[in-house]
């Protein structure tokens, strides 16, 4: 996210901004995140959508308020070992952990990216048909896996130009 003081700096702006500037400003932030949405998908895939709600949270006072008072924990990872993130909730931000987080309380593995992206962009998130085709195996709560498919996509309607 860069420097302290820079966070600081537009920490302090962007409250007094509309929304509509912070959803444009998350475009331009989240860099790749609109291409690989689209369809191009590469092993970075999940590092670039958590960066797009690192943003989002950043700019977005509407999209902060989409986790105030919820706490979890997720650890994503591939059957292929492309991809092992953490990623905690705690009622105010959001923490991608470099490593996999032994601490969880939904752990998600993917087939490989493509299942990713199926899974938490799909119009219905229709779950159980990914885990029926051996695509995605879930540990842990379910509702967790709602809430995180609700983020994705609030991110992705943002990316799209207005």
Known sequence: MGSKSRRVT?????PILAESIGNYLIRIFSGGLKKEALGDLTDHCLKLLLRGMKWAFFFSRKYRKTIKGFSGAYLFRTGEGLVATSVVFDGRKMTVLKNAN??????VTFKDVQAFWKFIFSRDQDILNLVLAN??????NLNYIYKFGFLARDLAHRLEPR
């Open 10 to 14: 537009l920490g302090t702006m962007f």
């Open 102 to 107: 032994d601490r969880w309380d939904v752990r």
């Open 135 to 140: 695509e995605v195996e879930i540990d842990g």
